[in-house]
């Protein structure tokens, strides 16, 4: 079965959010992954997707930050590039 390409973004898109269900302040600076996408016209920018900050620990935000980041870039015609980095936001 082929999935549209704007279903698959919905799909994409819910799993960011099922993933990232978070509780900001309780969990340390250590365990918390942010995924990042550049820009189409300037390939150094870091543009903030989602930060991953579950109150289980690294490996489970780092693993949920990887998937997400995987979801985003195999999409069709993607052409920015996402990454994940340890830590929260930074411009």
């Not at 898109?13 to 942010?34: E, M």
């Not at 900050?53 to 935000?61: F, G, L, P, V, W």
Request: include cysteine; glycine fraction near 6%; hydrophobic fraction near 35%.
């Amino acid at each position: 079965m082929k999935v549209q390409p704007m279903l698959k973004f919905f799909v994409c898109t819910f799993a960011l959010f099922a993933f990232s269900a978070c509780s900001y302040g309780s969990t340390s600076d250590g365990q918390i992954f942010t995924l990042y996408r550049n820009s189409m016209t300037d390939e150094n920018m870091r543009i903030h997707v989602a930060t991953f900050d579950a109150s289980e620990n690294e490996a489970y935000n780092r693993g949920n930050c990887e998937q997400a980041q995987l979801l985003f870039q195999n999409q069709p015609g993607v052409k920015t590039k996402f990454w994940c980095e340890k830590g929260r936001f930074k411009k």
